[in-house]
């Protein structure tokens, strides 16, 4: 298994609106947000309830897209190519197969000397590859679908 991790990086934190972060402290977002949301309204009053209106809505929206955040382990693509005699085939899945599993799309997809590559890309971490050349038994296929994990160092900034 090769590793190619990328470079770690601090989380997002939540946004809270307060003293210093709040828009209504930044004249020029407000006055964005009024152009954008609400410059068809005369009363300036009507205005401004839009762009409040526009700002709780987003900051419900940033928490809930905060809170989707994957763990850096967390599998997030498997590519499976089969090359040989020339060919080239591709799958991307959303999980590993079992070692068992690996095996019998093998057995159906393969000729002898094909060469199997199974991706895994993490979602911080980066992608690890494993490489074995058809036909390979359970202690290879166990080798190939292994989950991936990186060493905690890599995930602290």
């Known amino acids: 298994m090769t590793t190619e991790p990328h470079l770690p990086a601090d989380p997002l934190t939540l946004f809270h609106?307060?003293?210093?972060?709040?828009?209504?402290?930044?004249?020029?977002?407000?006055?964005?947000?009024?152009?954008?949301?609400?410059?068809?309204?005369?009363?300036?009053?009507?205005?401004?309830?839009?762009v409040a209106q526009a700002l709780r809505s987003a900051t419900e929206d940033a928490h809930r897209w905060?809170?989707?955040?994957?763990?850096?382990?967390?599998?997030?693509?498997?590519?499976?190519?089969?090359?040989?005699?020339?060919?080239?085939?591709?799958?991307v899945f959303r999980s590993l197969p079992t070692p068992l599993g690996l095996l019998l799309i093998c057995l159906d997809q393969c000729k002898v000397g094909d060469e199997v590559l199974l991706v895994q890309e993490l979602s911080k971490a980066g992608r690890v590859e494993a490489r074995a050349t058809?036909?390979?038994?359970?202690?290879?296929?166990?080798?190939?679908?292994?989950p991936a994990r990186f060493p905690a160092a890599v995930h602290q900034a």
């Not at 947000?33 to 205005?47: K, T, V």
């Not at 905060?66 to 799958?91: A, F, M």
């Not at 058809?134 to 292994?146: K, N, Q, S």
């Open 134 to 146: 058809w036909p390979f038994g359970m202690d290879e296929a166990e080798t190939l679908t292994r």
């Open 66 to 91: 905060l809170d989707e955040r994957v763990d850096g382990n967390e599998l997030v693509r498997v590519d499976l190519h089969l090359q040989g005699d020339g060919t080239q085939r591709h799958s």
């Open 17 to 50: 609106g307060g003293a210093g972060t709040h828009p209504a402290r930044q004249a020029w977002l407000l006055e964005q947000l009024e152009q954008w949301f609400a410059s068809d309204l005369p009363d300036s009053r009507d205005r401004r309830r839009v």
